[in-house]
């Protein structure tokens, strides 16, 4: 059996707690690892590990700093491929998916590349006679981020990339569910030329996190998962004195007035459900279709679903695969079997004509869903998509803004006014007009409002760099010493 173990101060360090976690192969339904859990103690060895490596690490010039991400940009291109079959066997995602992921992760290594000019500060010359001021953005220390197991190589990259290029050192807490991409980014890292000990990675569960929120010498938590889980992670950090972003979950919206090109509209809401067995949290879980043209576009979505090729990675027409686990297929399964006793239409059961063998389920395709449901309120997190029926744009706006998410949203329409009308009325982080999952290219940043956001900075872009910084602000004076003397009054710069 693999074993799976942690990665600390630039080498593979076996787990010593006795505790270990299944590692599954989602399209076999079989096991295929056995990961370490870490103890107190083994995170508290990859702190002091990092801690120890953060003066050197955070002294390092910016041309060194960028030069190591350079190296690792080429690293990652290079390795596409081996990585995005990390992600396909430990995940279950298909392969076009899974380098679609690598490819969004690399964006985040290139703009960390930048950070001679990231790092810029400001400077002011003459703010009094004789008397400049400038500031500077200097690294927090220790930090560490906490990833989910939809997006285990891109959401790492989220956060390392920036974190190391400002001069920080990182501890990674993976899911469980899927740690090898992790463990490859540490090699990879290493091979980049960044120096043992500013890159870890502790595989554990609550109690590996729970020692990272208490842990005296981390000083940043970013974490990316569920919205209880966010909120946990917020409230226990910040009240521990540490500075956290914490992403939470989502139910987004896509709005589809009458004067949309339905077609268009039907090909992104298959799209946007059922990538990655929806498996992700800018996925488009409801429809919102004005009654004008709901029976003709939940037809023309109907006609789509049986071209989905559902199967393992392995087979190259697979298109949608395996969920991660059974436990969570099988909770899923239970939105399916529970849409018609609320007064949903069940209009396609993904849990009829199913691969065998793995965690597999068919789309589904819920109509007539409606707040109050479960399978409209809760995040599913599954290849389920919900159609809505409103009377026009007001009725769906007001959905959209009465929603405790507020992650991602989009419109689909032809009408210019409309769109702008809605990217201005819309309470939602990320909004697409005619793009359906609207996620940021790296140079933006990446979060959402209300119950999917814990803290008030975003992922990765500009905001991922404010994050692990805190900016120092210096008043300097060279003057002439024979013209010092006492002044007890305030400084002034007049």
């Keep these: 059996m693999n074993r799976i173990s942690h990665w600390i101060d ?4 076996e787990g010593t707690s006795g505790r270990s976690g299944v590692v599954w192969d989602p399209a076999t339904g079989t096991q295929q690892a056995a990961v370490d859990l870490a103890s107190v103690a083994e ?24 030069e190591v991400m350079f190296h690792m940009r080429e690293l990652v291109d290079a390795n596409r491929k081996e990585i995005a079959s990390l992600i396909s066997k430990e995940h279950g995602k298909v392969l076009g998916d899974a380098l679609g992921e690598v490819a969004r992760g690399l964006e985040n290594i290139e703009f960390a590349c930048g950070i001679p000019n990231l790092l810029k500060g400001g400077y002011s010359e003459q703010a009094s006679t004789g008397i400049d001021v400038y500031s500077i953005k200097q690294p927090l220390g220790v930090v560490s981020g906490i990833t989910p197991f939809n997006f285990p190589g891109m959401v790492p990259m989220w956060m390392f990339a920036n974190a190391l290029a400002c001069g920080n050192t990182f501890i990674l807490k993976p899911s469980e569910k899927d740690p090898s991409t992790s463990m490859l980014i540490g090699e990879l ?3 980049a030329g960044l120096p043992d000990g500013c890159f870890n ?11 990272l929120l208490d842990h005296p010498d981390v000083a940043a938590i970013s974490f990316v998962g569920s919205t209880p889980i966010a909120k946990y992670i917020y409230e226990t950090g910040t009240r521990n004195g540490k500075r956290v972003q914490a992403l939470g979950g989502a139910k987004n919206h896509m709005l589809v007035l009458p004067d949309a090109d339905l077609d268009m509209a039907a090909d992104a809401a298959v799209s946007a459900a059922y ?5 992700r949290c800018m996925a488009i879980s409801v429809v919102l279709a004005s009654e004008a043209i709901a ?9 789509r679903i049986p ?8 087979e190259s027409e697979s298109e949608m695969g395996p969920l991660i686990t059974g436990e969570h297929r099988d909770k899923v399964a239970g939105y399916i079997a529970g849409a018609a006793g609320e007064g949903a239409t069940l209009v396609v059961d993904g849990r009829q004509g199913a691969p065998g063998g793995g965690f597999f389920l068919m789309p589904s395709l819920i109509d007539n869903a409606k707040p109050g449901m479960a399978c409209y309120d809760d995040e599913i997190f599954g290849p389920v998509l919900t159609v809505t029926r409103i009377s026009g744009y007001q009725e769906g706006l007001q959905l959209i803004n009465d929603n405790p998410y507020g992650n991602g949203t989009a419109i689909f329409t032809r009408d210019g006014g409309a769109a702008r009308q809605f990217e201005f009325d819309v309470q939602v982080g990320m909004v697409g007009v005619n793009v359906p999952v609207p996620v940021p290219v790296s140079y933006y940043s990446f979060g959402g409002w209300k119950a999917s956001l814990f ?13 692990y910084t805190k900016t120092k602000v210096v008043t300097s004076r060279w003057p002439d010493p024979r013209t010092s003397s006492v002044d007890l009054g305030f400084p002034q710069n007049r």
């Design 10 to 13: 630039g080498k593979v360090v």
């Design 43 to 66: 995170v508290d060895h990859a702190v002091a590990v990092a801690k120890a490596a953060f003066p050197a690490w955070r002294a390092t010039n910016l041309s060194r700093r960028a």
């Design 189 to 191: 890292l290493k091979q």
């Design 201 to 211: 990675v502790v595989n554990g569960d609550k109690v590996a996190v729970d020692r």
């Design 275 to 279: 990538g990655s067995a929806g498996e």
């Design 295 to 303: 029976d003709s576009l939940v037809a023309k979505i109907k006609d």
């Design 307 to 314: 071209a989905i090729k559902v199967g393992p990675a392995s």
């Design 455 to 467: 803290g008030d900075t975003h992922m990765y872009g500009p905001e991922g760099v404010n994050f």
